[in-house]
Structure formats: C-alpha cells, structure tokens
C-alpha cells in the first residue's frame, strides 16, 4: 500500500467512451476511504459496471485515473489486482471444475500456494461446504452466486467490490451474505456495494454515490441523503375511498393504507379538511420516515444535480 494514502480508491475524473461510440462515463470523480461501507447506486445503464470494470482493469479508462490503496490502475496493475476482490454481475465459471478447484485455481492465479485452511473457512461461511466436491456447472444459481464471492476472496483482499450480489439470492441467503461481508468490513475491509434493492444499501452503506446517465449526482453520507428528501409522505387509514380532489398525491402502497406523497406540511392542513368536508374518517394517520428510495426516485427524476459533500 502507498503510505501516504489513506484511501481505498481514488476516482479521478473517470472518462469512457466505448468503440461504438457511446459515452458510458462522463467524467466521474469521488473518493472512498479506507474501512468504508460504500454503496454506488444508479438506475440500469448508469455506468456502475463500466466503473467496476475499469477498477479490476477490465475496461480501459478513455481519460481520468483510478487507484487503489494508493497504487495506479495503469503504472501498478499487479498491486492493484492483488488489493481488489471484485464480485462480478455475470456468473462466469469453468464447467469443469469443482467448487474447490474453481477455489484453488484461483488462488493459484494470484500466486498463493498453500491456501486451504482460508478456502475452508470460505467455503463454511458461505454454506458451500457440503457443495466443495461438486461441480460448479450443477449448483444452483443462488450457490454460483456465493462462489463468486469465495473466488473474489480468496486472496484477501483490502477492497472488496460487490457488483449486485444478491440479485437471484433467496431471503435467507442474502442475510447470511451480509452478515459475512459486515464481519470482513467488521475486520478492516472496504467495501463498495452495487445494489438496486435500496433498503440493504440504506442499512450497510455509510456513504453513498448515486450515478445517473454516466455522471455523479449525489454523493454523501446515507445520512445526509436521507435528510435531503423532499416533500413528506403520510400514510392514512380512512373509513371511505380518498376523494378525487387528493388522488393526485396518492402513491402506490401495499395493504389497506393510504399513502400521500405531498410537497409540504400545508398541504397535510388541505388534505385532513378535504378528508373531514367529504365525511371520510381518518382512523389513522403516520407521517412515514425518508427512506432511500424516496431520495432516489427523486434524483433520477430530477434534472438538477445532488452532488453534495465528499
Ligand atoms: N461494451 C460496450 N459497448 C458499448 N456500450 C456499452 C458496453 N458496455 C456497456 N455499454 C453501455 O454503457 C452504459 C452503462 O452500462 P453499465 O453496464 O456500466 O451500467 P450499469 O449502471 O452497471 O447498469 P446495470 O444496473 O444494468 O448493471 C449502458 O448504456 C450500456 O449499454
């Protein structure tokens, strides 16, 4: 690691314009420190993947720089290979090893000889044991799931990047996945997570990049993100149907409750005397909390840019 640098990875500037001609990074820049739990969010097409890819190497940045624990993607590939795990999208394997060998063989591609007991206890974290003799083209897609993240470990790397690593993992899977990536964050390492399911973001991540059309537009604190939501939302219980003049407030929810997305508290005086002059009862009222979807949703309709502090 560079001494000098207290920074997991160094966004500077990121450019990619693919040979197609289509500009997938438009100039992207943050910062991630060592011992983050660091989500980047951003609808399909944001440019996530493309990031990710130019991190692990993959892809080559048309201009700006990246680097990794102080070491450059581009004067230091081999540092940088050794310092990042990178828990790709695609399940990508050889049909035809086991889950031990597939284990094994990678060690191996990062130079590691004797690395069995590690491989064993990833092998049990990540309930694959009882799978290790097994080959890799008959397991399941929730299990080729948990062996991409094993193979993205097996080096031990400081900076870990999960590319969605739990999309087509079942409920309980997904928490046992997290309980483990919160024990290696626990131990010290960076971890930066892609997801589109926004409550696990908004319950790991302590900061957050949101990406839209290849650009940052929001970077901050979950914290701070949550607190920049606009406008309030109040759930009601009513005793009739809510009457035409509030349906356009009205969003969509599950069970019986009512939901309204309003701008401003005023509009709570307007709905509850529309409510009392039309007869409807309200058994219920609860103004609901923030939530990152709500901040989402609202960046990615905006055109204004959200990029606060760093
Ligand atoms: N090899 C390529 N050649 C041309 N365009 C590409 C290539 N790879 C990706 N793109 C385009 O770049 C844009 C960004 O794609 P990318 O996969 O980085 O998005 P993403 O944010 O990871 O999306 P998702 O959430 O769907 O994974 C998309 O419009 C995609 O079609």
Redesign the pocket.
């Known amino acids: 690691m560079n001494p000098a640098s207290d920074s997991a990875l160094i966004i500077d500037n990121a450019h990619?314009t693919?040979?197609?001609g289509?500009?997938?990074?438009k100039g992207v820049s943050f910062d991630v420190k060592q011992g983050e739990f660091f989500g980047l969010l951003?609808?399909?097409?944001?440019?996530?993947?493309?990031?990710?890819?130019a991190m692990s190497g993959l892809?080559r940045l048309t201009q700006g720089n990246i680097s990794i624990m102080g070491y450059d993607t581009r004067k230091n590939p081999n540092q940088c290979r050794m310092s990042l795990g990178v828990v790709p999208?695609e399940l990508v394997f050889d049909p035809f090893f086991t889950v031990r060998e597939a284990l094994q063989f990678q060690s191996g591609y990062f130079g590691i000889r004797k690395n069995e007991a590690w491989i064993d206890e990833l092998l049990a974290k990540l309930n694959l044991e009882d799978k290790a003799s097994t080959n890799t083209r008959n397991l399941s897609g929730g299990m080729k799931r948990r062996l991409m993240v094993a193979q993205a470990l097996v080096h031990r790397p400081p900076v870990i990047v999960l590319?969605?690593p739990t999309a087509g993992v079942d409920v309980e899977l997904r928490q046992s996945l997290w309980v483990f990536i919160e024990e290696l964050h626990q131990q010290g390492h960076t971890i930066i997570l892609?997801t589109?399911y926004l409550e696990e973001a908004q319950m790991l991540c302590n900061r957050i990049a949101m990406?839209k059309h290849?650009e940052l537009v929001a970077l901050d604190s979950t914290a701070n993100l949550l607190k920049s939501g606009q406008g309030i939302r109040v759930s009601l219980l009513l005793s009739a149907p809510l009457p035409a003049a509030l349906q356009k407030w009205c969003v969509p929810s599950e069970g019986e409750n009512t939901v309204l997305q309003l701008d401003e508290y005023a509009q709570l005086a307007y709905v509850l005397s529309t409510l009392q002059y039309e007869k409807v009862e309200v058994k219920n009222l609860t103004v609901l909390e923030n939530d990152l979807e709500q901040v989402f949703l609202q960046l990615m309709h905006d055109d204004k840019k959200g990029v606060v502090a760093c």
């Open positions: 990619k693919y040979k197609n289509f500009t997938a990074l951003g609808p399909n097409g944001a440019g996530k993947t493309t990031l990710i890819s892809a999208q590319d969605e892609t589109h990406m290849g």
